[in-house]
């Protein structure tokens, strides 16, 4: 049985950071592309940022510079750094293998708001 597990998520100011984690069972887990992704209320959930089993990342163009994807195979665990955080990125985020394959866990809230 596959499970992801997401934390991390809360409320933060605008420029703040926050830390998601994502563990991950169930999978061989290193040798699968991860990725994140939001939801953002009344939106569809978008893919913000991926990482490769061979650690290579991308990300969409509105969190370059801010997200950084990284990945811990010892652990089964996912993260995703996000810096200067804007209002805009206020969404619930979850993981999943790139071309998400597994029934979704239960996602972090981020809300980012003064």
């Known amino acids: 049985q596959v499970t992801l597990v997401e934390s991390g998520g809360g409320l933060v100011q605008p420029g703040g950071s926050l830390r998601l984690s994502c563990a991950v069972s169930?999978?061989?887990?290193?040798?699968?592309?991860m990725g994140w992704y939001r939801q953002a209320p009344g939106k569809q959930r978008e893919l913000v940022a991926f990482?490769?089993?061979?650690?290579?990342?991308n990300y969409v163009d509105s969190v370059k510079g801010r997200f950084s994807i990284s990945r811990d195979n010892a652990k089964n665990t996912i993260y995703l750094q996000m810096n200067s955080l804007k209002p805009e990125d206020t969404a619930v985020y979850y993981c999943?293998?790139?071309?998400?394959?597994?029934?979704w866990g239960q996602g972090t809230q981020v809300t980012v708001s003064s």
């Open positions: 990482i490769t089993s061979g650690r290579t990342t």
């Open positions: 169930g999978i061989i887990f290193s040798t699968e592309d």
């Open positions: 999943n293998t790139y071309s998400p394959r597994y029934p």
